[in-house]
Every structure is written in structure tokens, then in C-alpha cells.
């Protein structure tokens, strides 16, 4: 009896057991909204404190979380807002409405080799987030920060599918290396050059997949790249997986696109008045009958679609991040389309009690483009408009040409005549496919036995392969003397990195001290494949002269670098930071092929001091000072340094005897050359006040390049060219940078949130030659269209880089620009070259930016603008083409002009004019963008959100040409940019 109630009271026992854990371990549910505007927050983290329990929000804002008490603590945790802790007591359902924490947004900073709190930055350091992104129809990465960030200066090159931008972080540092700043994506260095039918590198990475960029100014931050960093660093971070259970997003965005100005040029009604009152006989011959636009015969309506699909979350612990991309977009430009297909897998587990943490990314574009010929932009602003799109009698495709035919039907084109713009369009086969594939495994292990040192180590690729073709039929025009075109390319990229680093972070309370030490170690090797093809006419048969003496070359190049930084914090208040990097380069010979760049940077942060400690209207108040040396090799060829010959062409070939044989030509080359470097002081202020509601930064800086690589004369009588690429020369900048970020309304479902920024930027050539010479005006550059070699900017010291070379015009009583007429400016009675003088720069003095959002409710309206101030232009269409004898042509044609024609009335071109180097001052909205908030949808199982966007609302400037915001400062042949409307809705589960 005894044994039976024992086995009667054991399971009734455990069932009380059961039962009373049952109702001690509780089980919570509740949502997570913005407390600003209402918004339901996915992916909020809830954690159990003091365990390792915890789950996150799903896309509603809904969780739910099991194993609790009522003396359980919940803590609610989300990237940029407060951290909120609830006991849990006797509730079965918590609610949670967190807050903005701006101050706390940016408090992790990516910087190289790792993160820093934002409070302990030293350096100049800007970091862009996806809350800030610009918003619409976005290509390319950099596109993204248009305008966000004082000291960078950002250009379209134009408005072709895909194409890059011309980024200028604090001005140009070089003359003939790069500008361009380094990129870094996920750790691994970008090496910076182009990829063969690519429009540029950068569309091969995915906008929808980048979580921050974080912009390095100042050479405290960018030093510890060494060799590349002179121009800054952009570091792209890439959306990662978060534990929970998974989350499907889709992004979708439809975008319709045209041009909102033409080129001014005259309309065929204009043509035939201007040709009826001043042709000859002859001329007025030539007219036809018809009235074309030329413009509008090139020109359509674009169209873009834009689709990201991604799937986030944890596989058995496994944060993973799988994400895909397709985007078709056709260009204003007849018959130009990009299409980009994307795919992304990003892991990231952690092992070992956490102490090895493990991150490995691949990532892999293909594009296939079909590219317009923009040599029928230009062409279709000289083209004849009385002249037919068609000729039904013509051999050239049916497409009308200037050409005349003999009494036997031989037919000859005439060689100074424009072709056919839409002919060269439509009779163009010009195909690209690009591959790429980039990624890399980081291993960052802590070590059990002394946690405050880590083993980072970082091994990443970037692979890519460019290949196309460019078909043009022999009946074409534009190929008719060579029977047509049927050209190959093939290029092979393969980028290889290994890096591998140690770090110590220890605090020291008793000392009030941290140091955070690093050494490392890094290997960059990159080797690029080009074939050589043949050139083949329509019919297979190969072009004299083009067969290439070797089949294909592999320039290469290795850095080898070492690098060490020490972060010392003494009471939070006081931060001291250095750092060292040598590199090097087999870009040079080995007496030059090592440098060393060091810097230093100290920072107070002055509210921490007892006299503010206790302000409760400053939040941020930070002083930096910052001075260092980075170096900058990109662009200076592989082996610039070594004596090079170079094969003659077939038409060019010595006889001996009966045979003909190639020379060997020798090349003008430094065996010394090195690699130029930048030092670069600045000074800084942070601040932020009333709770961060309004915020900012001031930044003062100097940065002076020498061992600037330049081109300089050469003895006359040399077995060379008549110029050397050598070191030699210095170039400094100055400029004043200014950020403010405000909240002036946060209340209720009302939020108001303003950025502005402002950056100064004066550069000067303070160096050119090796030795002094008060006869060197300087280096011509800036080659322009019309007449024979012609350039119209120079190099001069004491002047800016890219400085406009011109004569200065003299205008009658009426304003008007008299022809040939200039100042003589040495007063010598005389107008030659040495009236000549140097007229603005096409880099702009103040570049400004702003932009705003209010959000209510569920609704938003945001916008961004930016302006440029002191940037000048050189319109080389409006010097080309704007002169009668353009229009009435001597040689048996006749072409159109711009309306800049009535201006002059100038009969031969004037091409060094300053009339023609025009102010480019502008001030362009980039985009407006409404959006709204549906909400849950499906039962609580999905959430939708759906915007408007219009792109290039408007541009405000005096300029006379197409557009006043082009790199480089000579407007020719622009593919222009469109005004964009963009419909996008973003879909999560």
C-alpha cells in the first residue's frame, strides 16, 4: 500500500510542480512603436536581463517572449533610440513606445580596423546612415549622401545609365595621379580603377545593401591607409542578419525620366532666315525642306524599374542576410539601357562562448548594357534642321548624309560634315557584359586568457570580367571609309587581400585610463588582364595596322604594408592618437619604394569638465586637433620607373634590304619617381545642446601635397619625348567646413527635423619646376574642341589648379563682344600670348547643402538641395558652333548654331575669349519625396510603406549652356540629366 501511494504521489506531485512553474514562468506579448510618430519598430531586440534569452519584434512592431517572473526585467534595445528596462510584475501584455536617441545613433563610428564611440573620435569623420539616404531612383552608393556631407563635393558625370560621379573630399590633392578617395567595402580596400564596359565600378555595387557610409576627412583618420589616402576614405558597411526569426523585405520602385532642358540652338525656321539673309546662292542651295529637331529625335522618355528582395535572420544561432537586386533602366539617349542583376549572402556566427565572432560576405553583379553613341548628342545640336531624318535614296541606310555621287554612282562622303545623329545611333551595336564578385572572411577571435586582446584577421577578393563588342554595318556612315566595325574587348580583374591585425581595448578605473592598441599587418595584390583583338571591319576582315604584337598584358601591382595606432583615454576627457603605416610599393623602384605616414590628434571633450559636467543645456561640447601625412599612388602606372620601349605601328616601319621591320621607341621615364604626399592640419569643434536638438561640428583644415606629380620639359636633342611625368611641385588647400543638424519641432506625432552644411575650399599651386624660372607660365591642360590642339586651362603657380588661360574681350557701348578684339594687358601695343591671363577656376569657392523632413502621423515630406557658389564653366558648344561661318560653311555644307550666335555675331570662332568662360553658380533641388505609412497589413503579418519622388525638381543658375554642374569646368557633349519621377513602395513580412 505504502509503494502504491508513493507512485500515486509522485506524479501528482510533479503535476503541481508543473502547474506552479507553469504559473511562475509567464509568458509576455506587447508591441514596440516610435514614440514620435507612432510608428510600429521591427527588429527591436528584447532581452531577459542578466541571460542570454530574448527575441526581436517582427515586422509589425509584435513580439512575444516566454520564461519570465514577476521579477523579471525586460530590456527593449533599437539602433538610434533610448534603451527602455521594464519589470515585468504581474502583466501579461507590455506595450513599449521608445524614444530618439540621436547622440546615440552615430555612438558606434566605423573607422580603419575597427569602431570607435563617437564621443572618442578624434578625427574629421562624417557617417551617413539609411535614415538620412537620399531617397528616389539611386544607381550608384555615392549617390546616396549627395549633398549630406560638408567637404564633399559630389558631380554626375552626366546622365547616362549608371554612370559614376566625380567625388572631391576637401579639393583635389594631385595634377596627374588620382582624386578620387579610397573605398573600403566591408574591410576590404576597392582598387580603384575602371572596369571595361562598366560605365563605372561603382554600379556593380548594390545601393539597397549599404547600411552606412562613413566619410574620413582629415588625415588623423585616413593615415592609417598610408599610400591611398590622400584623397580620404569612404567606408561602406553592408547590411548584416540579426537573431530572431525571419524577416522578408522587398523594396520596389518604378521611375519614369526626361529631359528638362535642351541646348538652345536654332530652330529650322530660324535657320532659313538666318541662311536666306547672308548665304550666297549656293548656300542657300543646300537648305532642305524639312524641319527637324534634332534633339528630339535623340531623345525619349527613360524608364527605370528597380526591385530588392532580402531575407534576414538566424539559422540555429546563424544571423544570415541574403538579399537580390534587378534594376532596368533605359537612358534618355535612344536605344541606351543598363541591366543589373545582383545577389548578396552575408553569415555571421559566432563561436566559442562568443569570443570568436566570424563575418563572411560574397557578393556578385553582372550588367548587360547596350550603349547609344553620344557622339549623336553633339551632332544633333550642328546637324542642318532643314535636313530629313530619312533619304529614301540614300546608300547609308536610308538615313540622310552629306555626300555627293559621280556620273558613274561613285559616292563620297563629305569628310567635314557631322554625321547623321540618329544614324549614329541606330547603326551602332554596342554590347557590354560586366561580371564582378567581391567579399571576404573575417575571423576577430578575443582570447579566453585576456579578453581585452583581439586576433583580427581579414581575407578578401574582388574578381570582375569586362567584355563586349561594337558592331557598325559597312553601309553606315559613320564607319563607311573602314567598311564598318566589328571589334571585341575582354579584361580580367582579380584583386586579391589579406590582412591581419592585433588589438588591445583595456580600461583602467583606478588610473582613469584606457588604451586601445593596434598592430597590423596587410597584402594587396592586383593584376589586371587585357587582350589585344584585332580590329575587323563588317565583313571579318581584320584593319591594317591593328594586329597587336602580343596577344594580351597583365599590369600588376603589390603593396606590402605595416601599420600600428594607440588610442590613449585619460578620465574620459582627455584622448591622445597616433598612428604609423609604411607601405610598399612596387609602383616604385626599391630606393623609393617604402614611405612612412604618421599622425596625431588630440581631443578634449570639454563638457565632461566639472564646470559643465552638470549642464543640462550642453550635451556635446568636443575640441579635436589633428595633423598627419597620407600619400596617394593611384593613378601613376606599374612601372613608370623603369625604362620602357614602345613597338612602332605597321605605318611606321624601317627597310633593310627588302624587308620592313618595327623600331623599338624609347620612353622619357624617373627612375626616382614616388609617390606624392599630402600633410594635412585640422582643428574641430562638436557640440550639441538642448538635448541634441540642435547639433554640429566646425572644422578648420590645411593640406599641402608635395612631390606632386607633374610634367615638366626635357632637353631638346633627348631620344625622348619632349616632357617627363617626375616629382615635382606643391599644391595647398584651405578651407572651413561648418555642419548643424536641428530638431526645432518634436511633439506630439509632429517631427521636424534640418540639416545644413557649408564647406570653403580655396586651392593654389605653390610649386611647379625643379628650379626657378620666371619665364614658365605654367602647364597647358584642359584640351577643348575646335581649330587645332588647342587648351584652354593651365597649371600656374600661384594661381588654382585648372585655372582658365584666355584673353580678356572687349565689348562695345552696347555690350556686345567685339571680334578679335582683346585687352592688351602688358601694355606692350601688342595682342599675342602675353595678354593672356589667367580668368577663375572651375572649382567652386562655397558648396553648400540642406535638406529637411517633417514627418506627422504617418505621413512625410522631405527634401534636399544644394547650391554651388564661384565655379565657372568654359562652353565650348556655344565657342564651337556659335559663328556664321559654322552655319554657312565653306566646304560645302551647312550647320546649324546656337542662339548664342545673336550675342556675337562673332564670324570665326574666338576660342580663348573669356566671353566664353561663363559663372556656373547654381543652386539645384535634388529631390522631394512624400511618403506615407499604410500600417500592418495581413493580419498583422506584413507592413507596407509607399513614397513619391521627384529627382532634378529644378536648378537655378545665370549659366548659358545645358547644365551648370559638370566636372572638369568644359562643357562639351553632354549627356544631359533628367528630371525623374519615381513611384517606390517597401514591403516587409
Known sequence: ?????????????????????????????????????????????????????????????????????????????????????????????????????????????????????????????????????????????????????????????????????????????????????????????????????????????????????????????????????????????????????????????????????????????????????????????????????????????????????????????????????????????????????????????????????????????????????????????????????????????????????????????????????????????????????????????????????????????????????????????????????????????????????????????????????????GYYDNATTNYNYASFNAKGDTIVGSIPKFPFDIPRNTLISYYGRLIYTFDDKYIVQGSLRTDGSSRFAKENRWGVFPSAALTWRINRESFLKESKTLSDLKLRLSYGITGNQDGIANYSYMAIYSTSSNASMYQFGNNWYNMQAPAAYDKNIKWEQTATWNGGLDFAVLQDRLRGSVDVYYKKTKNLLNTVPIPIGSNFSNQILTNVGNIENKGIELNIGATPIQKGKLTWDVNFNLTYNNNKITNLTAVTDSSFVGNLTGGITGGTGQSIQIHSVGYNTFAFYVYKQVYDKNGKPLEGVYEDLNGDGIINQKDMYRYKSPAPKVFLGFSTQVTYDRWTLSTSLRASLGNYMYNNVASNFGVRRNILNPLGLLNNSTTDIYNTNFYNNQYQSDYYVQNASFLRMDNLTLGYDLGSLFKNTGHLRLNATCQNVFVITKYKGLDPELNGGIDYNLYPRSRTFVLGANLEF
Open 1 to 521: 500500500m505504502k509503494k502504491f501511494y508513493n507512485r500515486l504521489f509522485m506524479p501528482v506531485l510533479l503535476l503541481l510542480l508543473c502547474a506552479f512553474t507553469a504559473q511562475a514562468q509567464g509568458q509576455i506579448s506587447g508591441k514596440v512603436t516610435d514614440a514620435a510618430t507612432g510608428e510600429s519598430l521591427p527588429g527591436v531586440s528584447i532581452q531577459i536581463k542578466g541571460t542570454s534569452r530574448g527575441t526581436q519584434t517582427n515586422g509589425q512592431g509584435h513580439y512575444t517572449i516566454g520564461g519570465t517572473t514577476p521579477a523579471t526585467i525586460l530590456v527593449y534595445t533599437f539602433m538610434g533610440k533610448k534603451p527602455v528596462e521594464i519589470t515585468v510584475g504581474g502583466q501579461t501584455t507590455i506595450d513599449v513606445k521608445l524614444a530618439d536617441d540621436k547622440h546615440d545613433l552615430m555612438e558606434a563610428v566605423v573607422i580603419g580596423y575597427g569602431t570607435q564611440k563617437k564621443k572618442d573620435v578624434t578625427g574629421s569623420i562624417a557617417t551617413i546612415t539609411t535614415k538620412d539616404f537620399q531617397k528616389g531612383s539611386i544607381q550608384t552608393p555615392e549617390q546616396l549622401i549627395l549633398g549630406k556631407v560638408a567637404g564633399v563635393s559630389i558631380t554626375s558625370n552626366s546622365g547616362q545609365p549608371g554612370v559614376g560621379s566625380t567625388i572631391r573630399i576637401r579639393g583635389g590633392s594631385s595634377l596627374n595621379a588620382s582624386n578620387d578617395p579610397l573605398y573600403v567595402v566591408d574591410g576590404v580596400p576597392f582598387s580603384g580603377g575602371g572596369i571595361n564596359g562598366a560605365p563605372n565600378p561603382m554600379v556593380l555595387l548594390n545601393p539597397n545593401d549599404i547600411e552606412s557610409l562613413t566619410i574620413m576627412k582629415d588625415a588623423a583618420a585616413t593615415a592609417i591607409y598610408g599610400s591611398r589616402a590622400s584623397n580620404g576614405v569612404i567606408m561602406i558597411t553592408t547590411k548584416k542578419g540579426t537573431s530572431g526569426r525571419a524577416k522578408i523585405n522587398f523594396n520596389t520602385s518604378f521611375a519614369v525620366g526626361k529631359i528638362s532642358k535642351k541646348i538652345d540652338v536654332l530652330s529650322a525656321d530660324d535657320f532659313r532666315k538666318y541662311v536666306d539673309s547672308l548665304g550666297t546662292p549656293a548656300q542657300k542651295a543646300l537648305m532642305g525642306n524639312a524641319s527637324t529637331d534634332w534633339q528630339k529625335e535623340i531623345y525619349r522618355t527613360g524608364i527605370t524599374t528597380d526591385n530588392n528582395l532580402s531575407i534576414s535572420g538566424a539559422i540555429k544561432n546563424i544571423p544570415y542576410r541574403v538579399s537580390g537586386n534587378f534594376m532596368n533602366q533605359s537612358g534618355v539617349l535612344i536605344t541606351d539601357n543598363l541591366k543589373r542583376s545582383f545577389l548578396s549572402v552575408n553569415l555571421n556566427p559566432q563561436f566559442f562562448d562568443k569570443h570568436l565572432k566570424v563575418n563572411i560576405s560574397a557578393k556578385g553583379a553582372i550588367t548587360n548594357a547596350h550603349y547609344a553613341n553620344q557622339q549623336a548628342i553633339i551632332n544633333a545640336v550642328q546637324f542642318d534642321p532643314t535636313q530629313p531624318v530619312y533619304d529614301s535614296s540614300s546608300p547609308f541606310g536610308g538615313y540622310f548624309e552629306w555626300y555627293t555621287k559621280d556620273a558613274a554612282g561613285n559616292v563620297t562622303l563629305n569628310p567635314n560634315a557631322p554625321r547623321n545623329p540618329v544614324s549614329l545611333i541606330r547603326m551602332q551595336d554596342n554590347n557590354s557584359e560586366v561580371k564582378r564578385s567581391y567579399g571576404n572572411i573575417e575571423l576577430d577571435y578575443k582570447f579566453h586568457f585576456l579578453p581585452e586582446l583581439r586576433a583580427n584577421l581579414n581575407l578578401g577578393y574582388d574578381v570582375s570580367r569586362g567584355s563586349g563588342t561594337t558592331f557598325v554595318p559597312a553601309n553606315a556612315g559613320q564607319a563607311y571609309t573602314t567598311a564598318g566595325q566589328n571589334n571585341h574587348f575582354l579584361q580580367k580583374i582579380n584583386n586579391k587581400v589579406g590582412e591581419f591585425y592585433l588589438n588591445y581595448n583595456k580600461t583602467f578605473p583606478g588610473i582613469k585610463s584606457n588604451i586601445n592598441a593596434l598592430a597590423g599587418y
